[in-house]
């Protein structure tokens, strides 16, 4: 679907209803639990590298120097890595995070639509995707820093757009990087309190693990990111040919 026919469809869509999400997203869960804790799992083993990159530098730094890190302040030379490194890092866990989780996002459709295949967690990592995924994360960071600039307000009014780029970037790869961010704020600025809300309630609900000796939390979190299929299905309507 090009970027004007999504347009129109997201101006003419019926209000999200809570209710009918949030039930429908408990519905499937209980299909994708397992897959969500896959996903989950990968997200960290994919992200890994890049914590190594802040950590590797201030281990080999502590061996060669162990009086380097005593002073108050961070020696120079490590100032000016982790400025190189940081960028990189936040916007390699960005652009991995991206796409794991617009993957997550295919799997929930094969399961709600009983389509036939394998789940495919690496779907998105190929060249055409994983570019529109960096330039996506770019334009993600730079709206974070944006938001933390307005006193932490505008991150607020921002989870509710972000959370639906992964939904654009997944279902619909007409869409350029750009086209995928004014989707996402089109949808979340018509229903930005119902989709907040159900944002913020999906979240409690996937911390419910954390009962279970603090490793259940991994089973459940990834149920935070099931409503927002469910917002794009009722709202968009799901294409096969994604």
């Not at 201030?58 to 002073?71: Q, V």
């Amino acid at each position: 679907m090009n970027f004007t026919n999504l347009s129109q469809r997201i101006n003419q869509s019926a209000p999200v209803e809570f209710g009918t999400v949030f039930n429908n997203s408990v519905e499937l869960f209980k299909k994708v639990w397992l897959q969500g804790f896959i996903t989950l799992v990968l997200t960290f083993v994919s992200i890994l590298p890049f914590y190594l990159m802040i950590y590797l530098p201030m281990i080999a730094m502590g061996i060669s120097d162990p009086d380097a890190f005593d002073h108050q302040k961070m020696p120079p030379a490590f100032a000016g890595l982790m400025s190189l490194i940081m960028p990189i890092f936040s916007v390699g866990v960005m652009t991995f995070g991206v796409c794991l989780n617009a993957a997550f996002l295919r799997i929930c459709r094969k399961y709600d639509l009983n389509e036939s295949g394998k789940d495919d967690y690496f779907f998105y990592f190929k060249k055409e995707y994983l570019i529109k995924a960096l330039i996506l994360s770019l334009i993600m960071i730079g709206l974070s820093l944006l938001g933390l600039l307005a006193c932490g307000l505008g991150i607020i009014y921002l989870i509710v757009p972000m959370s639906l780029f992964p939904a654009f970037f997944a279902f619909d790869k007409e869409l350029s990087a750009m086209e995928i961010v004014k989707s996402g704020f089109a949808l979340g600025n018509k229903n930005w309190l119902m989709i907040f809300l159900l944002v913020l309630v999906a979240g409690l609900v996937s911390q419910l693990g954390v009962i279970l000796c603090l490793v259940g939390v991994l089973f459940t979190a990834m149920f935070s990111k099931i409503p927002v299929y469910f917002i794009y299905k009722d709202v968009v309507g799901i294409s096969m040919d994604a």
